[in-house]
T-cell receptor, first 113, second 110 residues
């Protein structure tokens, strides 16, 4: 069965600094990969997704992620964060053609002034 | 834009009460989901439905049931609420491999 690991439960970073949030998934022939953001007391909002094609995926709010099949990773990056990026970020994986989405335990990004 | 709405943002119920959480999506999606979100545990799938009247258990179905009588509506039922069901409940629907979430219902069982 698929699994997703987000090793960092919390990541503090200063405003305008770069950030990388890590996500690893268990091996599979093919996968769909997602990053979601959750602001306080809200549902999850899709940041970006990888279904096929280019391994570098650009999303909303200046975020991007790179699919690395050999390392089974899908790390999320932003070159310069803002205070408003403070939120919880979830990585998710699904097997194409299935209904099941597996979510990681989340990473709390705290952007400091 | 896809819209997934949940009937309540906050709900407080007593132990033993029957609780209904309602979810509606407006994009004719076939797949709908109920997740439970708890700190440090991420999102865990309770039930999902792939068509009207069709449902499958997720990872933590115990203590819950669901109903899908119409395509746009997916209800989660707690037959007899218990304190360990205090949590954030997220409804979602799926289109072309992407999940869209509602705003969540924060349920407290006292």
């Amino acid at each position: 069965a698929q699994s997703v690991t987000q090793l960092d439960s919390q990541v503090p970073v200063f405003e305008e600094a770069p950030v990388e949030l890590r996500c690893n998934y268990s091996s599979s022939v093919s996968v769909y990969l997602f990053w979601y953001v959750q602001y306080p007391n809200q549902g999850l909002q899709l940041l970006l997704k990888y279904l096929s094609g280019s391994t570098l995926v650009k999303g909303i709010n200046g975020f991007e992620a790179e699919f690395n099949k050999s390392q089974t990773s899908f790390h999320l990056r932003k070159p310069s964060v803002h205070i408003s990026d403070t939120a919880e970020y979830f990585c998710a994986v699904s097997d194409p053609g299935t209904y099941k989405y597996i979510f990681g335990t989340g990473t709390r990004l705290k952007v400091l002034a | 834009d896809v819209k997934v709405t949940q009937s309540s943002r906050y709900l407080v119920k007593r132990t033993g009460e029957k609780v209904f959480l309602e979810c509606v999506q407006d994009m004719d999606h076939e797949n709908m989901f109920w997740y439970r979100q708890d700190p440090g545990l991420g999102l865990r799938l309770i039930y999902f439905s792939y068509d009207v009247k069709m449902k499958e258990k997720g990872d933590i179905p115990e203590g819950y049931s669901v109903s899908r009588e119409k395509k746009e509506r997916f209800s989660l039922i707690l037959e007899s609420a218990s304190t360990n069901q205090t949590s954030m409940y997220l409804c979602a629907s799926d289109l072309s491999g992407t999940v869209f979430f509602g705003p969540g219902t924060r349920l407290t069982v006292t």
